[in-house]
Every structure is written in structure tokens, then in C-alpha cells.
């Protein structure tokens, strides 16, 4: 993980002095998980968890807020504010910074979108298939949920069609028993330098 850290912290800067790095994949696929483990051998770079900026009017229809909100001041060199969501009380809340940091992460369903791509230093895809995904969603949320993760795989498998983000992907970090291993992905040819096993341990949840 610290070699993946580097490696970021080494690119040029994507969106005004940012290194901004999307962590996209299917739902349950562990974004979180593993954009924490990232974070934290980055040194504690901010992680924006796209959970925080859809709705549930807005699943997947938020560019414009997240391109006002984050993408614009982060160009500017100044903090970005924005409104992350309160899920059970269906409302947004205060605005909440995120600061202009030399690696800031982008983790959640469509990071890796068209109109986020252009920002981004590097897209990396966890390569965990669709209902291998969502069965480990379902099983983290329980019962109560069910009808919401129906919703949200018609949804998930529309916004995919129509915007895929895998065929884009700079890395691929699929999980081992003994941590994670980072491939190149579709966008990246083979190197020396692009294969790397981190062996972190495997992640308490997903």
C-alpha cells in the first residue's frame, strides 16, 4: 500500500493543485474499505464518499451539484464545501470542507464517470464482479434494506450502461487473502512498474 502511495503522491496534480484519484465499483464491492487503508498510507488524505452526495431522488444524478460544490474550488486552490446527505432523514445537512490536500480520494458508484474523468489523476476499479458485489451489500445492510438495494441495482446496472467506468480504469485492485493486489487496468499497457501486491491484510468489512 505504501508503494500504491507513493506512486500517487508522484503524479502532476489533476485539478488545480490536486492529485484527485477516483476509487469506483460496483456497490459492496469494498470502495470504502480499502479508499480507507489508502488514505491513511497517503498520510491521511481526505476521502469523499460519493454516499454522501447522492440522494435518494438524486442516486446517480449529481454531477452538476459535485462539479459546483467540490470540482470548482478544488480547482482554485480553495476548500470545497459540500452538503453530504442524511440518508434516514432524507435531507441534506451544513456543508461539510474538503481541503484543497496534494491527494484527495473519490470513492463510491461513479467516481470513475465521464464527467469526472477529465479530473482525475488516476481511476482505480475494484474487480469484484456485479452480484458478488450486491450479495455483500445485501448481507452488510440486512433485511431492512432489501427494497432499497432492489431499487439500486436496476438503478447501478443503468448508470453502468450507459457511463462505464471499468473500460477506463488506470489500476484494477482486486482483494486476496492477504491483502490487495493492483493490476493495470484497461487504459494502462503492462509495465515493470504497474504491478505491485500490497499485503495489508485482508479488511474487516466491506
Same mark, same amino acid.
Given at each position: 500500500?505504501?508503494? !500504491?502511495?507513493? @506512486?500517487?503522491? %508522484? !503524479?502532476?496534480? +489533476?485539478? =488545480? ?7 469506483? %465499483? ?14 491513511? /498510507?497517503?498520510? =491521511? ?10 440522494? $435518494? ?19 482554485? =486552490? ?11 432523514? @432524507?435531507?441534506?445537512? &451544513? ?5 484543497? &490536500? ?9 467516481? =470513475?464517470?465521464? /464527467? !469526472?474523468?477529465? $479530473? ?10 456485479? /452480484?458478488?458485489?450486491? &450479495?455483500?451489500?445485501? +448481507? ?18 443503468? $448508470? ?13 485492485? !482486486?482483494?486476496?487473502?492477504? %491483502? ?18 500490497? %499485503? ?7
Amino acid at each position: 500500500m505504501r508503494d !500504491l502511495a507513493a @506512486r500517487l503522491r %508522484g !503524479l502532476p496534480p +489533476s485539478v =488545480g493543485p490536486v492529485r484527485l484519484i477516483g476509487v469506483d %465499483g460496483h456497490a459492496g464491492s469494498g470502495k470504502s474499505t480499502f479508499a480507507g487503508l489508502l488514505a491513511t /498510507a497517503l498520510g =491521511g488524505a481526505p476521502v469523499l464518499h460519493l454516499d454522501d452526495v447522492s440522494s $435518494h431522488e438524486q442516486l446517480f444524478a449529481w454531477t452538476g451539484r459535485f462539479m459546483t460544490q467540490v470540482i470548482e474550488p478544488l480547482s482554485r =486552490g480553495e476548500s470545497a464545501y459540500y452538503t453530504p446527505y442524511d440518508w434516514p432523514a @432524507r435531507a441534506f445537512g &451544513a456543508p461539510r470542507p474538503l481541503p484543497p &490536500a496534494p491527494v484527495v480520494l473519490i470513492e463510491g458508484v461513479g467516481a =470513475g464517470r465521464r /464527467a !469526472l474523468r477529465p $479530473h482525475l489523476a488516476r481511476l482505480l476499479w475494484m474487480e469484484l464482479p456485479a /452480484a458478488e458485489s450486491w &450479495a455483500r451489500g445485501r +448481507s452488510r445492510d440486512g433485511a431492512g434494506l432489501r427494497e432499497f438495494w432492489d431499487g439500486w441495482v436496476t438503478a447501478e446496472r443503468a $448508470h453502468f450502461t450507459a457511463d462505464p467506468s471499468r473500460p477506463h480504469a488506470d489500476l484494477l485492485v !482486486l482483494q486476496t487473502s492477504e %491483502g490487495y493486489e493492483v493490476l493495470p487496468g484497461p487504459v494502462s499497457p503492462p509495465g515493470p512498474d504497474q504491478v505491485a501486491t500490497h %499485503g495489508e491484510g485482508p479488511p474487516a468489512m466491506w
